[in-house]
C-alpha cells in the first residue's frame, strides 16, 4: 500500500471515555498532522509533528494528546471524550523541508461520535 | 473574524458551466495558496497551488491569487459531474510556520448532468 490509513474507519463512543485514533503512512514523510472537519468550520488543525520525537500544538490541542515514536505512526488520544469532540479526523503527513509548496496528503478519515 | 473565509454553498450549477469559487484572508503573510479537493466521505486531496500573486492552469483548473485584494479563485472550466465535491482553499505562510496551513469553511459544489 501507498499513502496513509487510519483506524476506526468510524467509532460511537460513551462520555468520558478514553479513545486512541489510529494513523500510518508508508510514505516515509518528516511532518504529520491530526486535523478536525466540522461542518462549517473546515478543518483546524489539532497537532503536529515535523519529525519523529518532536509534536506541537496546532488550533485546536484541548483534550488531546499525541505521539511520535516513529516516522510512520503518529496515534491522537482523547483522554477523556466530550460530545463537543464528535467530529471527522483526518491525519495527513507532508514531506518537509521543502522549497516549494506544503504539501499534504490526507488519510480517509475517522467519523467519530461521542454520546 | 476567521484568517480565511470562504463560501460554503452550496454550489449547483449544470454540466459544462464556468464554475468559480473563492477565499479572501487577512494574513498578508501568507504566501502559497492551495486548493483542495475532497470527495464524499474521502480526505482533501491536492488539485493546486501558487507562489505568490498570479496565475496557474492545469487542464480545465486555473487558479488566481491577488494579493493587494487578499483574495483567491478557482476557476472550473468544463465543469463535470465528476467535479462535484467540496473545495477548500488553504494557505501557508512558509518560512517557519511548516505545515501549518489555514483552511477556508470549503464549498460544496454539485455539477448536474
Known amino acids: 500500500i501507498a499513502g496513509i490509513t487510519q483506524a476506526p474507519t468510524s467509532q460511537i463512543l460513551a462520555a468520558g471515555r478514553r479513545m486512541t485514533l489510529r494513523c500510518t503512512q508508508d510514505?516515509?514523510?518528516?511532518?504529520m498532522y491530526w486535523y478536525r472537519q466540522d461542518l462549517g468550520l473546515g478543518l483546524r488543525l489539532i497537532h503536529y509533528?515535523?519529525?519523529?520525537?518532536?509534536?506541537g500544538k496546532g488550533e485546536v490541542p484541548d483534550g488531546y494528546s499525541v505521539s511520535r515514536a516513529n516516522t510512520d505512526d503518529f496515534p491522537l488520544t482523547l483522554a477523556s471524550a466530550v460530545p463537543s469532540q464528535t467530529s471527522v479526523y483526518f491525519c495527513?503527513?507532508?514531506?518537509?523541508?521543502?522549497?516549494?509548496?506544503?504539501?499534504?496528503?490526507f488519510g480517509p478519515g475517522t467519523r467519530l461520535t461521542v454520546l | 473574524q476567521k484568517e480565511v473565509e470562504q463560501d460554503p454553498g452550496p454550489l449547483s450549477v449544470p454540466e459544462g458551466a464556468i464554475v468559480s469559487l473563492n477565499c479572501t484572508y487577512s494574513n498578508s503573510a501568507f504566501q502559497y495558496f492551495m486548493w483542495y479537493r475532497q470527495y464524499s466521505r474521502k480526505g482533501p486531496e491536492l488539485l493546486m497551488y501558487?507562489?505568490?500573486?498570479g496565475n496557474k492552469e492545469d487542464g480545465r483548473f486555473t487558479a488566481q491569487v491577488d494579493k493587494s485584494s487578499k483574495y483567491i479563485s478557482l476557476f472550473i472550466r468544463d465543469s463535470q459531474p465528476s467535479d462535484s465535491a467540496t473545495y477548500l482553499c488553504?494557505?501557508?505562510?512558509?518560512?517557519?510556520?511548516?505545515?501549518?496551513?489555514?483552511f477556508g469553511q470549503g464549498t460544496i459544489l454539485t455539477v448536474h448532468p
Open positions: 495527513a503527513s507532508s514531506d518537509l523541508p521543502r522549497g516549494a509548496a506544503d504539501t499534504q496528503y
Open positions: 488553504a494557505m501557508w505562510g512558509g518560512g517557519t510556520s511548516y505545515g501549518k496551513l489555514t
Open positions: 510514505m516515509r514523510h518528516n511532518a
Open positions: 501558487t507562489y505568490s500573486s
Open positions: 509533528s515535523n519529525t519523529a520525537g518532536t509534536t
